[in-house]
Nanobody, 128 residues
Framework: QVQLVESGGGSVQAGGSLRLSCVVS?????????MAWFRQAPGEEREGVAA????????YYADSVKGRFTIARDKGKNMLSLQMNSLKPEDTAMYYC????????????????????WGQGTQVTVSS
């Protein structure tokens, strides 16, 4: 069973930055798996933030974070990151790492049910 462990969350003022990391374990090489970041605020549904699709390592972003967040991974290192800049109070949420996309149709990355493995999450709080 693939294991995902997130870190790097915390509290920051609006305009600040945070860098989240997700370590993938119990797998020799995660390069063949698509990976993504999701977030979920209290009372809200889990939503896709950014993804890297393994077929061609293309990156995808939610409109709300484009130009502010950057998803990245290094081949062979079983690690995913999310650099978050210009943070806003509306970015406050629990952030989850996900791996193994099961549906490659257009826009499928954004749907939580299309991901097989999940981490436990790391909290990000942005104050105004």
């Amino acid at each position: 069973q693939v294991q995902l462990v997130e870190s790097g969350g915390g509290s920051v003022q609006a305009g600040g930055s945070l860098r989240l990391s997700c370590v993938v374990s119990r797998i020799t090489n995660s390069d063949s798996m698509s990976m993504a970041w999701f977030r979920q605020a209290p009372g809200e549904e889990r939503e896709g933030v950014a993804a890297i699709v393994a077929s061609d390592w293309s990156t995808y972003y939610a409109d709300s974070v484009k130009g502010r967040f950057t998803i990245a991974r290094d081949k062979g290192k079983n690690m995913l990151s999310l650099q978050m800049n210009s943070l806003k109070p509306e970015d406050t949420a629990m952030y989850y790492c996900a791996a193994l996309l099961t549906d490659y149709s257009s826009g499928s990355w954004y749907i939580p049910d299309n991901w097989r493995y999940w981490g436990q999450g790391t909290q990000v709080t942005v104050s105004s």
